[in-house]
């Protein structure tokens, strides 16, 4: 070729020199040789050029993916068509997902990314995340950067992050009814859920999760699919309860703990194996049928598991109400209600009967505006109270009563009772703070 006196000589040695590379699989070569000739190659060569480099997909490795990612960039510049440009930025994407280290997020509609999974029979990795959600912030800063759950996800998954109040967010929160954050969906081609998970945690417990969901048997959409087909298997739907609440499915477990419950004998309701149901808030409030039977079974249940678990989920429960009562979370019990819940507990000599009792009767004053009488109920039940009753029930109690309190000096006697019991000092510095009369 040298002897002639050939058009574009330059760019068809370079072709010659890039195809003996390629023959001889010469990554390094090829990649040298088209950063030095990029911007002198012919508009209509780029994409076969670029194309020639497929073959480092399987054969290089990341040092060697990270350069040809950078060259990539070089070949969208010196593109002059839109369309090819494009075209160029999407083919070399694949190589910096391979040169990522971590997990590489595409910057693509959830639309986008379920078509593109479908081109390369992959499955869609979603990070449901909000911006003040701290654990979404440790999962992006301290476990999807690492190496390992890169080179897990990346080959697997096509992956992104969605705010879930902006843009596509709210409307994904709706489709996929996500109820806390952070959770992560792994989307089939078509949109619907293969597995859903929530909360951070570790990279190597949170890559078992994942591995687990991964499989069939284990995945939230499959467990889905055998109760919708039928199966009534008792063992089935525990392990199906116990998979709707850890991702917040709480109107479709308490669906399925109802059909559960239903298939037990009574001897099998107050067994451990299905303690469960009457152990979660969710399955089990102060309101519920499962709480009836609960208290209208009581002794069988302490038989079964001991007077200790049963007496503690009961004060719980109750707790738990009256705490919402306080702050303002349940606006629809009325005096009566609590008045109602002191006979309830009446006959039962539960182990902290007397510091319910004392939340119980500050609830029912509170809830009648009768300062005197709540102020006289928070003197005589702070002495109870610990660093639990002091924030979930007399915090809420003392903000109402430093604006109605005129003798300021009997409110400062009350923050004191509460300061005397209270063992954790951000709750001290806190009561001190804001609770001054």
């Known amino acids: 070729m040298d002897e002639y006196d050939l058009p574009d000589k330059t760019y068809l040695q370079t072709k010659l020199a890039l195809a003996y590379a390629r023959c001889n699989e010469d990554i390094d070569q090829m990649i040298t040789l088209l950063k030095k000739e990029i911007y ?47 075209y160029l930025k999407s083919y070399f994407s694949s190589f910096k997902k391979l040169a990522s280290v971590g997990v590489y997020w595409e910057d693509l509609t959830l639309e986008q990314a379920l078509k593109k999974a479908e081109r390369g029979k992959r499955m869609v990795f979603v990070d449901c995340y909000t911006t003040w959600c701290g654990p979404c912030k440790y999962m992006t800063s301290n476990v999807f950067p690492q190496e390992a759950v890169g080179d897990y996800f990346n080959p697997n998954f096509v992956c ?8 596509e967010g709210p409307e994904l929160v709706k ?19 293969y597995h859903k998970m929530l909360g951070s945690g570790e990279a190597d417990a949170f890559l078992k999760r994942v591995r687990e969901g991964m499989e069939e048997e284990h995945s939230t959409g499959y467990l889905d699919k055998l109760y919708d087909e039928g199966n009534r298997d008792k063992d089935f739907l525990t ?10 499915e709480e109107d479709k477990a308490k669906e399925v703990s109802g059909v559960l419950l239903g298939l037990l004998e009574e001897s099998e309701k107050v067994d451990c194996n299905y303690w469960f149901i009457f152990e979660n808030p969710t399955l089990t409030s102060q309101k519920s049928d499962n709480f009836k039977y609960l208290i ?64 119980m009767k500050i609830t029912e004053a509170y809830m009648e505006k009768d300062v005197k009488g709540l102020y006289a109920s928070c003197k005589k039940g702070f002495k109870l109270f610990h660093d639990d009753e002091a924030m979930n029930i007399a915090f ?42």
Not at 239 to 248: A, G
Not at 326 to 334: A, V
Not at 404 to 426: G, P
């Open 40 to 86: 002198n190659l012919p508009q209509g060569e780029l994409w076969t050029l670029a194309t020639s480099l497929d073959f480092v997909k399987k054969q290089g490795n990341k040092a060697q993916w990270q350069q040809v990612a950078e060259l990539g960039d070089q070949f969208v510049e010196a593109a002059k068509a839109e369309d090819l440009k494009g």
């Open 160 to 167: 992104l992050k969605i705010d879930m109040e902006k843009g």
């Open 175 to 193: 489709r996929y009814g996500i109820r806390a954050f952070p959770t992560f969906l792994i989307l089939r081609p078509d949109g619907s859920v």
């Open 239 to 248: 392990r199906y309860v116990k998979s709707l609440l850890s991702i917040y």
């Open 296 to 359: 209208d079974h009581r002794e069988a249940f302490i038989q079964s598991l001991g007077k200790k678990k049963i007496d503690n989920k009961l004060y719980s429960i109750y707790y738990n109400r009256l705490s919402y009562i306080l702050k303002g979370y349940d606006k629809k019990s009325k005096v009566e209600d609590v008045v109602h819940m002191k006979k309830e507990i009446e006959p039962y000599k539960l182990e902290k009967k007397k510091e319910l009792l004392a939340c």
């Open 396 to 437: 809420p109690v003392l903000k109402y009563l430093n604006s109605e309190m005129k003798e300021k000096n009997k409110f400062q006697e009350l923050v004191n009772l509460l300061l005397a019991n209270i063992e954790n000092e951000s709750l001290k510095e806190y009561l001190s703070k804001n609770m001054e009369g």
